[in-house]
């Protein structure tokens, strides 16, 4: 993509109102705008990144049987009520709205009560499960305060899957592919050796739940590891156990963290209210039993921006990158262009800063964005031989030749 | 994609409530579930339709020039109070929520405001424009009665572009580019030949907007059309007129019509208030010329829908079916099973009905599903050489070898 054609520029400053590291940055480079605490539109680079993530996550999700749809947002009172979910004084951050008729609506923070809801249409036999169906969309929660910027939305992209097992033998097992895709998303997105699955409360149906949390100063939460098992468990938990549930370990380490994800075994706890039964293989009726499985795709972005970042801006994993490269033309519009052309026919995404700017600007934009490899083609560079190739988190560049630098990134 | 993993089932009949034929016929093949009157989740095979419809308006409207984003749904009364869009009595569908402190927000039905204050962030110099920026998502009308099914939602997909152009010539130029994108858009959904560009009312800035509008009963407007033209004006410009503006012939055929998409110039309208300014080449202040052009996501498959389908289902054109082929296997899985690999490996969508039921429920699943190729694997159809090959839309199927039916539909 040519950068003239991108219509965001970055800025020196964030907003005065935003103290958040992930959004000041995603603002200062062009890939967010505040709307308002808490809310934020996606622009255009950082749709890429959004894209990139959900299709990581849709990738893993598929991989386990997955299968896609599209929830709503408005929410019909009679659906919540029936596990006493609809009322704010038992959920304190719900959206509420009306129709023109005084009818209220709810804005969905979750679709636990609407997907058990619907599944009552599909489920009447054994032969009918398991159904894990999965939802990417935004999700809205009426957070009193939004100081995290799309850490922590009023409005954010995420990823719900809802699994729906014969029983706890069938669910256990998918609760452990869970586990399994999970890890794959955190090393896909650049953040498997700084996350560690988490032991939190189970609830009724199992002794623990499972929070997926990544190290970082910016992170609301506290965790403690035990690093012979590298997992961790909960503020929660270390005051009721305080050993590792694996080993026994008790010489457990506090860190801060950033809750990325967290999957969590429902039982028939959402089954018995909405009456999603199944007729088994001797024709007796039995619950459904569920689970869930969350994960903030605006919060992953949040979160990679906080913990990859260095003083200079964004360092995107190139998983996440919105482009590979980016080909800085420094007066030699003509051969970076034709060298656009020729990593674009290799199916490369390079953003061409074709713009008509000094060069101390280039070079402090392109930081700032953070993609991946850096392509300088100048004067200089040409007489050298070629480009000068640089990676974003590496201090020097070095003169390759053209066919060079197509070897090193094909 | 094996229909034994897919959740959903058709059924014998649609909710009692539901008086559309588009969603009466969604809701029975099992691509939508009802959530309340105007509010549908959209399922696994309702998604794939709607993924594909969204990526021929995308490939469109990138062909324009356009850039993607993703603006958000909540809304701060401030932005829309410049523009006097923020009181009911002027805007009667919107839907109003509030944040803990009782601060008041809207849920989006558009975003010229929004995306005109955005812009003021982007905008100075002649050098920035023009903008095309798009945005695919859901939005929000809280219309006072639901009964037009998927077209005439309270929460719905749809795309708008905002052109940001410097003058009135740029913006012109544009928009008949926006008009060509339409008219490919249609005939890539295979609406194109009961598709008519309507001449509606221009507002402040210029004569004439334009609707799209598709030939259908279930429509809610009324067209009338030039035979010559290939044109069509609206009710306004009927009562104000009664002749074709292009050839002035006063002999216009009246039908009904569903509108599906709208161009319009927006002028300063919106510029004005948000003083949305940019610096010509001498420096003078000049505001920028705006258009806005929308599109129903769902809104066109629900005339798919009507249009296109028969009394035994959906027909979908093969731009927008879920899958290419349905594969029905009638007690021959294993040959059956064959034929999907060899055909999945080729990058064919294959429905794969492998389920246990009689014969005559999978053909009747068929026929309402309206998957463009239907391929029945029995021990009849090996015994006379290959498979029997039926188009959705014709009556009589014929023998066809493995070899030949890859042919066909590669």
Redesign the interface.
């Known amino acids: 993509m040519y950068q003239s054609?991108?219509?965001?520029?970055t800025?020196k400053e964030a907003p005065k109102d935003e103290v958040s590291k992930n959004a000041q940055l995603l603002i200062r480079a062009g890939f967010i705008?505040k709307?308002?605490a808490g809310?934020?539109?996606?622009?255009?680079l950082?749709?890429r990144v959004?894209n990139k993530i959900a299709n990581i996550v849709r990738e893993e999700m598929n991989q386990t049987?997955g299968?896609?749809?599209?929830?709503?947002?408005?929410?019909?009172k009679e659906v919540w009520e029936k596990t006493n979910r609809w009322d704010d004084k038992v959920v304190d951050n719900w959206?509420?709205?009306?129709?023109?008729?005084d009818t209220e609506?709810g804005?969905a923070f979750t679709h636990e009560e609407?997907m058990s809801n619907?599944?009552t249409?599909?489920?009447s036999s054994y032969k009918?499960l398991p159904?894990y169906?999965y939802d990417i969309r935004?999700v809205?929660r009426?957070?009193?305060r939004a100081k995290s910027g799309i850490m922590r939305g009023?409005?954010f992209f995420w990823k719900a899957l809802y699994s729906f097992s014969k029983d706890e033998k069938e669910h256990n097992e998918y609760y452990e592919k869970a586990k399994i895709a999970y890890k794959n998303i955190y090393n896909k997105v650049g953040l498997g050796d700084k996350t560690f699955m988490t032991f939190a409360s189970g609830g009724t149906f199992s002794k623990y739940s499972h929070e997926f949390q990544t190290l970082s100063e910016a992170g609301e939460d506290n965790i403690f590891i035990c690093d012979k098992c590298k997992i961790a468990v909960n503020q929660e938990i270390i005051e009721e156990q305080n050993t590792c549930p694996e080993c026994g370990n008790k010489d457990l380490r506090q860190e801060k963290a950033i809750e990325v994800g967290n999957i969590f075994s429902l039982g028939t706890k959402f089954s018995k209210p909405f009456e999603l039964k199944y007729k088994d293989e001797k024709g007796e009726d039995q619950f459904v039993f569920m689970g869930s499985y969350g994960l903030g795709i605006s919060r992953l972005m949040g979160t990679v921006v906080e913990v990859l970042s260095d003083d200079k801006g964004i360092v995107w994993p190139e998983s996440l990158a919105p482009f590979k490269v980016h080909l800085l033309s420094l007066g030699k519009d003509e051969e970076a262009e034709k060298i656009y052309n020729q990593l674009s026919e290799k199916g490369i995404e390079v953003l061409f800063d074709d713009r008509d700017t000094r060069a101390g600007e280039k070079f402090a934009d392109s930081d700032l964005l953070g993609i991946p490899y850096r392509v300088v083609v100048s004067g200089k560079s040409l007489e050298a031989g070629g480009v000068e190739f640089k990676k974003r988190n590496s201090e020097e560049g070095k003169i390759i030749s053209i066919e060079e630098l197509i070897k090193q990134i094909s």
Not at 39 to 44: A, E, F, K, M, R
Not at 67 to 76: G, P
């Open positions: 054609k991108l219509f965001t520029k800025r705008n709307e308002m809310v934020y539109s996606i622009l255009p950082g749709l959004i049987g299968v896609e749809l599209q929830s709503t947002a408005l929410q019909k959206f509420k709205t009306q129709l023109k008729n609506l804005l609407p619907m599944m249409n599909f489920v009918d159904i169906a935004t809205f009426n957070e009193a009023r409005e």
